[in-house]
């Protein structure tokens, strides 16, 4: 059934495309166990990130966004990968995950669900201020953001965690082309800014962690539990 | 213009002590002459906005209300507080020739208060999200100061935990500029939200409120999601402690206070439950987990979790009960680094933080037993300090307002809170000495820090000054809705 908040154009489509792909990136963030592949798949996600940024704006006419497109291909998808490659040492980017909290499918599973979920979230807010192509931006949008969350929970690796967080911003931000396009570009540039000083930090700390603990799996870190 | 000067004070203090590299003594002598300086200008800057004015420096980015006077204030006061014992604390954790390791301890000092002292500052709501996202990054390496794998794994959950909640406040930030346009309004400020607040689709305004409470009460350490903070402050240096207990209950309950004025007539009740449920959650939870408490530091903590859902309970309550709410907030900001410097100086004296393994540290150094029984009772507010007052004037509101229920738990939990927080510390300050060997000297630094952070707490507790009243009854106009 055609949904009718969209109309069928080119650009739409070509969105659609983009929407779709970039929950695919979320997925795979979820399942992949190779962290070298995970780091590629956040900057893919990224780079769709500033496809549907540049889309909306064309349609949009806005060159506000077309700006924010390019600010999220520098950011996100050359120097953050860039930053936790040479901040984290070449040991622990060539890891793998062995265990996991869950299974990958079991995963994958629940990964569903929150997308089921984030639909369900977003259908009163959509119908509560119907414009142009939140349909399709905020719901992925948010289950980006909920998926973003459950990797960080369930991931045990260091690096996997702050690409899941840096995941959920991207899913913030998803929605937020969409829903606040116009946002003061002063305050997208600090936000990129924000973002770059989290991979700068987490990979300087997981690169100590590593010294000292000789081991980035986060489920070893258990000395502060309370009894 | 000023205001300018509060925020680039501590890039320049930074700047200074990155530069004196050789010497081990300019970075914090530096740190303490501008943090000095800042609480100076915080306090000018207090006095103009007590009168009723605005202080602006950049309309619609920069500007500062009697609410964000009086964190700023605060978190300036806490700031030059710390600032001093970082100096004996830096001397005593450090070896003689690891003037590296001070040096960036205090560059990190400074960059970390230029985002915390921005928060009270910025008007821009979308800046206000990345101050408050930068107080976290910017702390990181203050937390794992310490070098061992528990500080580096504390820092670890800290980072992650709190950068969670930053991302859900980004989407309500998002969500809340969507309901501002939806509105018809361009001014994404404070006022200017307020301003619009009608106009917005309800919904929208809701769900942005729920993921921003959400968020930034992760970084408060509310219950159900606190249990970064205790892990947090059990590794931090003593000053660290003090600093981020004052900037997660001033500042966080700051940003989501002021989103209150959203919500006109009705709507504004439902904002309220959700505040006094979280608050109610937190001042609870931390009491009964107070009980169990083994280590000196995580006391501390989890009084500053207590009071934080002290302070969100009452802005919950509303009514008379709101001006309790900013006053508690600033009594506590001006008594718990007061009790963490004196959990320092305990440290100092008995060797471990380990509640159990202390007795007796009134009998090995009078001082330091003094302080610590004294920073017990004024974090508890115990008479004759200032939170009695605040915590009283809060449960007054409350009953005015027949709220007998919230203001009956709100009882509950603060004698509960008192009673294990000095149970757990007469223990430790009486009986036979349990440390032996040679006493340390009591540092210059930390006694000068233990007075110049007691006095406001004694002084307020005795008389609340006319100036400082009325800031406190235009701060709390704030969350009038």
């Given at each position: 059934?055609?949904?009718?908040?969209?109309?069928?154009?080119?650009?739409?489509?070509?969105?659609?495309?983009?929407?779709?792909?970039?929950?695919?990136?979320?997925?795979?963030?979820?399942?992949?166990?190779?962290?070298?592949?995970?780091?590629?798949?956040?900057?893919?996600?990224?780079?769709?990130?500033?496809?549907?940024?540049?889309?909306?704006?064309?349609?949009?006419?806005?060159?506000?966004?077309?700006?924010?497109?390019?600010?999220?291909?520098?950011?996100?998808?050359?120097?953050?990968?860039?930053?936790?490659?040479?901040?984290?040492?070449?040991?622990?980017?060539?890891?793998?995950?062995?265990?996991?909290?869950?299974?990958?499918?079991?995963?994958?599973?629940?990964?569903?669900?929150?997308?089921?979920?984030?639909?369900?979230?977003?259908?009163?807010?959509?119908?509560?201020?119907?414009?142009?192509?939140?349909?399709?931006?905020?719901?992925?949008?948010?289950?980006?953001?909920?998926?973003?969350?459950?990797?960080?929970?369930?991931?045990?690796?260091?690096?996997?965690?702050?690409?899941?967080?840096?995941?959920?911003?991207?899913?913030?931000?998803?929605?937020?082309?969409?829903?606040?396009?116009?946002?003061?570009?002063?305050?997208?540039?600090?936000?990129?800014?924000?973002?770059?000083?989290?991979?700068?930090?987490?990979?300087?700390?997981?690169?100590?962690?590593?010294?000292?603990?000789?081991?980035?799996?986060?489920?070893?870190?258990?000395?502060?539990?309370?009894? | 213009?000023?205001?300018?000067?509060?925020?680039?004070?501590?890039?320049?203090?930074?700047?200074?002590?990155?530069?004196?590299?050789?010497?081990?003594?300019?970075?914090?002598?530096?740190?303490?002459?501008?943090?000095?300086?800042?609480?100076?200008?915080?306090?000018?800057?207090?006095?103009?906005?007590?009168?009723?004015?605005?202080?602006?420096?950049?309309?619609?980015?920069?500007?500062?209300?009697?609410?964000?006077?009086?964190?700023?204030?605060?978190?300036?006061?806490?700031?030059?507080?710390?600032?001093?014992?970082?100096?004996?604390?830096?001397?005593?954790?450090?070896?003689?020739?690891?003037?590296?390791?001070?040096?960036?301890?205090?560059?990190?000092?400074?960059?970390?208060?230029?985002?915390?002292?921005?928060?009270?500052?910025?008007?821009?709501?979308?800046?206000?999200?990345?101050?408050?996202?930068?107080?976290?990054?910017?702390?990181?390496?203050l937390v794992s100061f310490d070098q061992s794998t528990a500080a580096l794994e504390a820092a670890w959950k800290y980072a992650i935990l709190t950068s969670m909640g930053a991302a859900l406040a980004l989407f309500g930030v998002l969500v809340l500029y969507w309901a501002m346009r939806q509105g018809g309004a361009e001014d994404f400020t404070w006022s200017g939200l307020a301003a619009a607040a009608g106009a917005m689709p309800p919904l929208l305004v809701k769900t942005a409120f729920l993921f921003?409470?959400?968020?930034?009460?992760?970084?408060?350490?509310?219950?159900?999601?606190?249990?970064?903070?205790?892990?947090?402050?059990?590794?931090?240096?003593?000053?660290?402690?003090?600093?981020?207990?004052?900037?997660?209950?001033?500042?966080?309950?700051?940003?989501?206070?002021?989103?209150?004025?959203?919500?006109?007539?009705?709507?504004?009740?439902?904002?309220?439950?959700?505040?006094?449920?979280?608050?109610?959650?937190?001042?609870?939870?931390?009491?009964?987990?107070?009980?169990?408490?083994?280590?000196?530091?995580?006391?501390?903590?989890?009084?500053?979790?207590?009071?934080?859902?002290?302070?969100?309970?009452?802005?919950?309550?509303?009514?008379?009960?709101?001006?309790?709410?900013?006053?508690?907030?600033?009594?506590?900001?001006?008594?718990?680094?007061?009790?963490?410097?004196?959990?320092?100086?305990?440290?100092?004296?008995?060797?471990?933080?380990?509640?159990?393994?202390?007795?007796?540290?009134?009998?090995?150094?009078?001082?330091?037993?003094?302080?610590?029984?004294?920073?017990?009772?004024?974090?508890?507010?115990?008479?004759?300090?200032?939170?009695?007052?605040?915590?009283?004037?809060?449960?007054?509101?409350?009953?005015?307002?027949?709220?007998?229920?919230?203001?009956?738990?709100?009882?509950?939990?603060?004698?509960?809170?008192?009673?294990?927080?000095?149970?757990?510390?007469?223990?430790?300050?009486?009986?036979?000495?349990?440390?032996?060997?040679?006493?340390?000297?009591?540092?210059?630094?930390?006694?000068?820090?233990?007075?110049?952070?007691?006095?406001?707490?004694?002084?307020?507790?005795?008389?609340?000054?006319?100036?400082?009243?009325?800031?406190?009854?235009?701060?709390?106009?704030?969350?009038?809705?």
């Open positions: 059934m055609p949904d009718p908040h969209i109309s069928v154009t080119l650009v739409n489509e070509l969105n659609l495309l983009a929407a779709g792909l970039f929950l695919l990136a979320t997925f795979g963030l979820v399942a992949t166990r190779q962290v070298l592949d995970c780091v590629a798949l956040f900057a893919g996600q990224s780079v769709l990130l500033a496809a549907s940024a540049a889309l909306l704006g064309h349609e949009a006419a806005s060159d506000h966004l077309y700006a924010v497109a390019a600010i999220t291909i520098v950011a996100k998808a050359l120097l953050i990968p860039w930053l936790l490659r040479r901040t984290a040492s070449e040991a622990v980017v060539a890891r793998r995950e062995i265990s996991q909290v869950l299974n990958i499918p079991t995963s994958l599973l629940i990964a569903l669900g929150l997308t089921i979920l984030a639909y369900f979230l977003a259908a009163p807010l959509r119908a509560a201020a119907p414009s142009g192509q939140v349909g399709v931006n905020l719901p992925i949008g948010l289950a980006a953001l909920l998926i973003g969350a459950f990797t960080v929970t369930v991931r045990r690796e260091a690096l996997p965690q702050v690409l899941g967080l840096l995941s959920m911003e991207n899913g913030a931000f998803f929605a937020g082309v969409a829903i606040a396009p116009d946002l003061p570009l002063f305050a997208e540039l600090a936000a990129a800014f924000d973002v770059l000083v989290i991979a700068l930090v987490m990979g300087l700390l997981t690169r100590k962690l590593h010294e000292r603990a000789g081991s980035t799996s986060v489920a070893d870190l258990t000395d502060l539990r309370e009894e | 213009m000023v205001l300018w000067f509060i925020l680039t004070l501590p890039l320049i203090a930074a700047a200074l002590a990155l530069w004196a590299s050789r010497h081990r003594t300019v970075p914090g002598g530096v740190t303490v002459l501008a943090t000095a300086l800042q609480l100076l200008l915080a306090l000018a800057v207090a006095a103009r906005c007590a009168s009723g004015a605005m202080v602006t420096a950049l309309p619609g980015w920069v500007s500062c209300d009697a609410f964000g006077a009086l964190v700023l204030a605060l978190c300036a006061f806490a700031g030059f507080t710390a600032a001093l014992f970082s100096i004996g604390f830096t001397r005593r954790a450090t070896q003689p020739m690891e003037a590296g390791r001070v040096r960036r301890y205090f560059v990190r000092f400074n960059l970390f208060l230029v985002p915390v002292l921005a928060v009270p500052l910025l008007s821009n709501v979308a800046l206000v999200w990345i101050a408050v996202a930068l107080t976290t990054l910017l702390s990181i390496f921003m409470l959400v968020g930034y009460g992760t970084k408060a350490a509310l219950v159900p999601f606190h249990s970064w903070l205790p892990d947090v402050y059990s590794q931090a240096p003593v000053p660290i402690c003090a600093l981020l207990s004052v900037v997660e209950t001033t500042t966080l309950p700051y940003v989501i206070v002021r989103l209150l004025p959203l919500f006109p007539g009705k709507a504004g009740d439902g904002a309220g439950r959700w505040l006094l449920a979280f608050g109610l959650l937190s001042a609870v939870g931390a009491a009964l987990l107070l009980v169990q408490v083994k280590d000196l530091k995580r006391l501390f903590a989890y009084s500053t979790i207590e009071n934080a859902g002290i302070i969100l309970t009452a802005a919950g309550l509303g009514g008379a009960a709101g001006y309790g709410s900013v006053y508690q907030l600033m009594n506590h900001a001006l008594a718990k680094p007061f009790g963490f410097f004196a959990a320092g100086a305990a440290l100092l004296f008995a060797g471990t933080t380990e509640i159990a393994a202390v007795q007796g540290l009134g009998r090995r150094s009078p001082l330091a037993g003094a302080a610590l029984l004294a920073g017990a009772l004024a974090v508890t507010g115990a008479p004759p300090f200032a939170l009695f007052l605040s915590e009283l004037s809060i449960l007054q509101g409350g009953a005015v307002d027949h709220r007998f229920l919230p203001v009956a738990l709100l009882t509950l939990c603060m004698v509960g809170a008192f009673c294990a927080v000095l149970y757990h510390v007469t223990r430790m300050v009486f009986g036979r000495a349990s440390a032996t060997g040679p006493l340390p000297a009591f540092p210059r630094s930390y006694a000068l820090a233990l007075f110049v952070a007691f006095v406001p707490v004694v002084l307020l507790g005795v008389s609340l000054p006319a100036s400082v009243e009325h800031l406190l009854r235009l701060a709390a106009m704030a969350l009038a809705r």
